[in-house]
């Protein structure tokens, strides 16, 4: 009997064995969402290919809205969102789904001058431009914070994004904040209905329609404004700073904005002094009981690389790391991840 | 020639009709697969949509507003903006795909037919993002401080040319659209013509008339169903074309009489928001648009057939 057990024993552990090796050789875990940080995300999973060879990532960067959607109906094991989600959709989770952000961006303010003069501007300044109320450059808004700077008597053409865009979402989120004007007429979202203007592209279609249109101004993602050289404004913060967009200055934000402990928060107009205003981090969005016991360890321990060695790749594509406070608080919520 | 479908219904022996049956049944099956796939898009489409059917019904056909914001969505601009753009580019892409194929048929010397309708099927070929691109960087500033500003000093007592000049406009997207679907209509065109019988041209010759009447009366007027048809085809793309106008058009829900002012289309607003729709209710109003688009192809289609029809009565010279 015993012979045989022990037998039967190393038999059952072999193939153990081998059905791990073959399981783990083949994990896969897939993740979809939004667009936006999907370089910094390619490059994350590369690198952490590198060092965790036995589990590959497959991340699909379909927009936020697809993200939001393949997490609830659990088609992926993790979701993207630029923003977070609302409390509607949250409300349809199947289980608590945890908000984890990894990195942020800014919106700058991109125009076309002849001169390519260094504008300044203010929150309720742009949200009239964006509402339509001042439509010439030398109207006394503009020309008041920008001394010094001869502005022509030319209309302002207005460029927004016309397809749904998180980039949309933080420059409307931002307008909301310091326009009660806007909040009542417009809101947030990542489409809206816009007052004014003409709808591009993306982010190319914004700044091809900027560069192709005298008097044009319009809001484009930081890390696309820096690749091509375009001119930005600096914005007046809420401490009464003209800050210029930056990593650092997002970062600042980030770190001096109240943060709620479910991790969903916005950093547009936020209080520090350095900070800049129209900033968002963007999200994964991961449930806190996994499904799959293997892949959810296999995702703790590659949030937790992602955090520790992942963020100081960040800077070099542009995007703004989080800052130690809110890295540590991001860190505690992987940690309670269940599996 | 007529003699070629009585020989083979010889050839095969008595009693093995097989292969007959069986390639009868094949031809079947793939034209049913044509029917059978319209209707399960539209079924889906139907299906994605149930939630704004229920909220707005048949109102969201006439309603302006599309606020996402808000959740109150309404598809008369986009239907007005794929109606005129498309309307626009067959104004343009007919006149000049039949003239292209007529000088290509009667009049082009043949040495340089060829070459002509390489040229022309290889703009076919271009992917539609370049014609976006190239209708961005080139076209519309070339609108914007020419043709346009042209056109509202000479005819800017019409509406058509009000208002401000942007460069993207419902203009700009017509023409971009017109040079996309010249290739078929001018292919299309070629065909028909060629198929004209040349018995129809000696006539006339016969008859005393110059150059131009043969073409009139000889060439184009027998020739009309079919061109027309060229031109339903031409329609057919025009009203789905979706990246180049997106680029070009302004993407403003708006109805304006004036074709500088910018506009939007189902096709575009379709491509341009679904990713990021969130809301169950704007997901479904845009699955509408979806329905609305398929709804407005196969409009056009029943009227083009309707005016097909009337047209066979009323021509000099009876065709089929």
Do not use: C
């Not at chain 1, 699909?60 to 630029?82: C, N, R």
């Not at chain 2, 007959?20 to 898009?41: N, S, T």
């Not at chain 2, 085809?233 to 302004?250: D, H, K, P, S």
Request: glycine residues 8%; proline residues 7%; hydrophobic residues 50%.
């Amino acid at each position: 009997m015993l012979p045989l057990k022990t037998t039967r024993f190393a038999l059952l552990a072999a193939l153990a064995a081998l059905s791990a090796t073959a399981v783990s050789a083949q994990m896969l875990i897939n993740g979809a969402g939004a667009t936006f940080p999907f370089p910094i995300y390619s490059k994350w999973f590369n690198e952490y290919a590198k060092i965790d060879p036995s589990v590959r990532f497959n991340y699909q960067s379909i927009g936020s809205g697809g993200g939001q959607k393949q997490i609830l109906a659990e088609t992926v094991d993790f979701g993207a969102s630029d923003g977070p989600m609302s409390d509607e959709n949250l409300a349809k989770a199947p289980r608590k789904l945890l908000h984890i952000p990894t990195v942020a961006g800014a919106d700058v303010l991109s125009y076309n001058l002849p001169g390519d003069p260094k504008l300044k501007f203010d929150g309720p300044t742009i949200a009239a431009v964006f509402l339509g109320t001042i439509t010439k450059w030398n109207d006394p808004a503009i020309t008041g914070q920008n001394p010094g700077v001869a502005l022509p008597d030319m209309d302002i053409v207005v460029v927004h994004r016309s397809d749904g865009s998180g980039t949309s979402y933080i420059w409307t989120d931002y307008l909301s904040k310091v326009s009660p004007d806007w909040k009542a007429k417009v809101g947030k979202g990542t489409s809206v209905s816009w007052p004014t203007g003409l709808g591009g592209k993306g982010n190319e279609g914004v700044s091809g329609q900027i560069k192709q249109t005298p008097g044009a101004i319009g809001y484009i993602e930081l890390a696309y404004a820096n690749q091509n050289k375009l001119p930005f404004a600096d914005i007046k913060n809420a401490a009464g700073n003209y800050i210029a967009p930056s990593i650092d200055s997002v970062t600042d934000a980030m770190a001096t904005a109240v943060i709620p402990d479910d991790l969903r928060f916005s950093i547009t107009n936020p209080p520090g002094e350095k900070s800049y205003p129209i900033a968002s981090a963007t999200w994964l969005l991961v449930y806190e009981t996994q499904s799959d016991p293997a892949k959810g360890k296999k995702l703790v321990e590659f949030l937790k690389w992602a955090y520790q060695d992942g963020e100081a790749m960040a800077a070099a594509l542009l995007y703004a790391p989080l800052p130690d406070s809110l890295r540590e608080r991001a860190l505690e919520k992987v940690k309670s991840i269940k599996y | 020639m007529s003699t070629a479908p009585s020989q083979s219904s010889i050839l095969p022996a008595p009693g093995s009709r097989g292969p007959d049956i069986a390639f009868k049944w094949v031809a079947a099956m793939a034209a049913a697969m044509v029917v059978v796939l319209i209707v399960l898009v539209g079924w889906q489409l139907y299906a994605g949509s149930r939630m704004s059917l229920a909220k707005f019904g048949p109102g969201f056909l006439w309603s302006t507003e599309w606020d996402p914001v808000q959740d109150k969505y309404g598809a008369l601009p986009f239907i007005f903006g794929t109606l005129v753009s498309s309307l626009l580019a067959l104004l343009i892409a007919v006149p000049l795909g039949v003239a292209t194929a007529l000088f290509l048929t009667e009049l082009a010397p043949i040495k340089i037919r060829q070459p002509i309708v390489m040229a022309i099927e290889m703009l076919a070929a271009v992917p539609s993002v370049i014609f976006g691109l190239w209708g961005i960087f080139v076209l519309v500033p070339w609108l914007r401080d020419y043709l346009f500003v042209w056109l509202k000093r000479y005819f800017g007592f019409l509406p058509l040319f009000q208002g401000p000049i942007y460069g993207v406009s419902m203009l700009a997207a017509g023409i971009v659209v017109a040079i996309m679907i010249l290739p078929i209509i001018t292919s299309i065109s070629r065909e028909i013509l060629r198929s004209v019988p040349n018995l129809q041209r000696e006539a006339a010759y016969a008859l005393g008339a110059t150059r131009w009447e043969v073409l009139k009366i000889a060439v184009l007027s027998y020739a009309r169903r079919g061109l027309f048809g060229a031109a339903v085809l031409g329609l057919g793309r025009a009203l789905g074309e979706t990246m180049a106008v997106t680029m070009v058009i302004g993407n403003r829900p708006q109805i304006s009489a004036s074709l500088f002012a910018p506009g939007y289309t189902l096709a575009s607003v379709i491509a341009n928001e679904f990713t990021e729709a969130t809301s169950d209710l704007y997901l479904n109003s845009l699955f509408e648009l979806g329905l609305v688009l398929l709804g407005v192809a196969i409009a056009v289609n029943v009227v083009a057939q309707i005016m097909l029809k009337s047209m066979t009565g009323s021509g000099p010279i009876k065709v089929n």
